[in-house]
């Protein structure tokens, strides 16, 4: 089981500052996580740069990950290639206006784990669909199947509307 420890990146030490640290999130690290996404395998590298107080973390995350097809329902496997930039400053208590992350000067440990989590949230597509053709047969016969009855119900509506 990974350990969300970690992914902890202690901003006061000294060799922290111009490191990459290598990180990988698997099946174990998604289901951890309260995301429509049910596995993976991902791997991240976050690179600190900065000093006094402010800090440069660039975060590449490189691999793929299992979501619902939002027609089907089946898995699907999604490419990831996203980089992002995080700015953490140290300050009296801990603060996330979204821009910058505030950590407390007294403790300035960043949990990464979260921060990668919505940065691979963020570089998925909207839909999330298979190619054309590649959805599951059951399900599509399904889906098919109550689309037609849908279209032929509506159609009795709209034929009783001019009758009457």
Request: charged letters at 30%; aromatic letters at 6%.
């Amino acid at each position: 089981m990974e350990s969300m420890d970690t992914f902890i990146i202690d901003l006061k030490s000294p060799i922290n500052v111009g490191k990459t640290f290598d990180f990988h999130e698997g099946d174990e690290f998604f289901r951890t996580q309260d995301s429509d996404i049910r596995g993976g395998n991902v791997e991240t590298k976050v690179c600190v740069n900065g000093g006094a107080g402010l800090y440069r973390i660039q975060v590449h995350s490189v691999g793929s990950v299992i979501l619902p097809c939002d027609r089907c329902l089946a898995d699907m496997n999604l490419r990831i290639d996203a980089e992002h930039e995080l700015v953490v400053k140290l300050g009296p208590m801990y603060e996330d206006d979204g821009d910058v992350v505030v950590l407390p000067e007294e403790d300035p440990k960043i949990d990464m784990s979260d921060f990668i989590m919505q940065f691979i949230l963020l570089s998925l597509p909207l839909k999330h669909t298979h190619e054309p053709g590649m959805c599951d047969d059951a399900t599509m016969e399904v889906l098919q199947a109550h689309l037609a009855a849908r279209s032929d119900h509506e159609e009795d509506e709209a034929d009783e509307q001019e009758e009457g």
